[in-house]
């Protein structure tokens, strides 16, 4: 039967034509209605979606997990494709410690931490970029440095779309990484020292040839003179110059030969294969993630049909 407007509002009568309160409570519950539409009880609606997710099996629970994890799968695998491919490069440095040997805490090691510090700053990666006019905070992101499984090797890694452009820029990196540490192992010093020392034994030698002068004319005249005075304190000025810049230089050989030693063992070499996307592992972060909204789903799916069938 057709419900009209006349009898909206209006208690439902059975069919033997009499009106009870049951009657009334069953039929009164309609939805909000417009002039058009047909008025479905609500009692329609809950009888359906509780007959929806009554049918919902264990069996057809867990397919639908496996669906969704197999679409995150997919998914995650078909992104990696189509990401662009990353190639590295990398390079071994060994920095051999000889005043601190290692030990089981070799990653806490100061001077190996130093040197970490030093190959990720922008002293070295500063003259870099210029070369290869990028910005520095790029090549940050592009390298990576890392000690080898508690050694004494450190691992200079950089990335970039091309193998040519990553093994170009580890080399970059480590050739201005050993321009730096000559500077700070006392080799410039010496070179310094060692110009310092030809130009005084030079002067040594002239002031000398000038002092066999002075006394030979002394010996011919017989008398002594100021100039031979001046040449003798000159010659002693200058041989105590050269002993002082000697002992400096043997004491910085010293400590050069107990300082670490630093040698590329392995030269930049580029990696065969990308690094980046890796096709399988995204497929295993994608099916994890979908899991886990598969989850959630299903916990939505029975605390529905649990609410449903308490209603009961």
Do not use: C
Not at 139 to 148: G, R
Not at 171 to 189: F, H, K, L, S, W
Not at 229 to 244: F, T
């Amino acid at each position: 039967m057709t419900s009209t407007g006349s009898d909206r509002g209006q208690p439902r009568t059975e069919p033997d034509g009499n009106a009870n309160n049951s009657s009334v409570e069953r039929w009164h519950r309609y939805e909000p209605w417009e002039a058009d539409r047909a008025r479905v009880p609500t009692r329609d609606r809950d009888t359906a979606a509780h007959t929806l997710f009554r049918a919902i099996s264990p069996r057809r629970l867990f397919a639908l997990i496996l669906a969704i994890v197999m679409f995150g799968a997919a998914a995650g695998f078909g992104g990696a494709l189509l990401w662009p491919k990353e190639y590295a490069a990398r390079a071994d440095i060994l920095y051999e410690i000889s005043t601190e040997k290692p030990t089981g805490f070799l990653r806490e090691d100061r001077s190996l931490t130093t040197q970490l510090v030093t190959l990720r700053s922008r002293q070295v990666l500063g003259p870099v970029a210029v070369a290869n006019g990028v910005p520095v905070e790029n090549i940050e992101k592009q390298v990576t440095i890392s000690l080898l499984d508690s050694s004494e090797i450190i691992q200079v890694e950089a990335r970039a779309g091309d193998r040519d452009t990553a093994q170009n820029l580890t080399r970059d990196i480590v050739d201005r990484y050993q321009q730096v540490v000559r500077t700070q192992d006392g080799n410039q010093a010496a070179g310094y020292l060692n110009t310092q020392l030809s130009q005084v034994q030079g002067g040594l030698a002239k002031a000398r040839t000038d002092l066999e002068s002075q006394r030979a004319q002394q010996a011919y005249s017989g008398i002594g003179t100021a100039k031979l005075a001046a040449a003798e304190a000159q010659v002693q000025d200058l041989s105590d110059r050269e002993q002082n810049l000697r002992r400096q230089l043997d004491e910085i050989t010293v400590a050069q030969m107990d300082a670490p030693r630093t040698e590329v063992v392995v030269p930049p070499y580029g990696v065969p294969d990308p690094v980046s996307p890796r096709p399988v592992f995204a497929a295993v972060s994608g099916a994890l993630a979908a899991f886990v909204v598969a989850l959630l789903t299903v916990a939505v799916i029975v605390h529905r049909r649990t609410r449903t069938s308490g209603a009961e």
